[in-house]
């Protein structure tokens, strides 16, 4: 199977830092396959997401993409707020397509009967319940029927059961149209319903402060 993204020994240092952002990421992802980059906060998670897309560039090792359309979800969906959730998943079709309404609305309700969830309500993104906003947004990244979706925490903002349900749908659709998935999560429990091929990314050194006696009013 042709792979879609490849990292080899991929990582990133920016400049003036003490240590890099991220170092020695390697994995191949197929068309139908999914893969899951777990590990705690600052880790290079979203890094690694941004150098898979083509927002960074990295500084030793090699990415390869294959041609084809990317569906990208950030962290915490990015909605327009003063749209509606409906009018948010509609956006890439009309924007990049010119969809008409009816074509809309079609691709619309075609997604979300893969994903077995109700067409998006029209209420303002703004005022919307998370839960309703992270389906949208989910949504909207694959309305577009991509060949890869590039997921950052989806449902990061949900409780452990409504984050699982929000899995389960990709799986829905990453069965159905073939869609590869490449997501980060620092809870990969409810990703298990996508897939239980994971990377871990080790943690990054913090920096430690000392602090001197006296210099905050005599500390012991």
């Keep these: 199977m042709t792979p879609l993204l490849t990292f080899t020994d991929v990582g990133l240092h920016l400049t003036g830092a003490e240590a890099p952002v991220l170092e020695h990421v390697s994995f191949v992802l197929a068309a139908g396959e999914a893969l899951v980059l777990a590990g705690p906060p600052a880790c290079g998670k979203s890094t690694a997401l941004d150098l898979a897309w083509g927002g960074k560039t990295p500084t030793t090792g090699t990415i ?3 041609e084809g359309p990317v569906g990208w979800l950030p962290q915490a969906g990015a909605l327009v707020s003063n ?41 303002p993104a703004a005022t919307a319940a998370p839960e309703h906003r992270a389906v949208a947004a989910v949504a909207r990244a694959l309305v577009l029927r991509p060949a890869l979706l590039i997921a950052d925490e989806p449902g990061g903002d949900l409780g452990s059961d409504s984050r699982e349900d929000l899995w389960r749908m990709l799986w829905r659709v990453q069965a159905a ?10 809870d990969p429990g409810p990703a298990q319903g996508l897939t239980d091929r994971r990377l871990d990314l080790p943690g990054r050194r913090t920096m430690a402060f000392r602090l001197w006696r006296g210099a905050w009013g005599g500390l012991p």
Excluded: K
């Excluded at 149209?177 to 620092?186: E, N």
């Design 177 to 186: 149209w073939g869609t590869a998935i490449l997501a980060a999560t620092t």
């Design 64 to 66: 390869l993409r294959a």
């Design 83 to 123: 749209l509606t959730l409906w009018d948010n998943v509609a956006l890439p079709l009309r924007w990049h397509r010119g969809t008409d309404t009816e074509a809309t609305t079609r691709a619309i309700d075609d997604l979300c009967e893969v994903m077995e969830c109700e067409p998006p309500p029209r209420v």
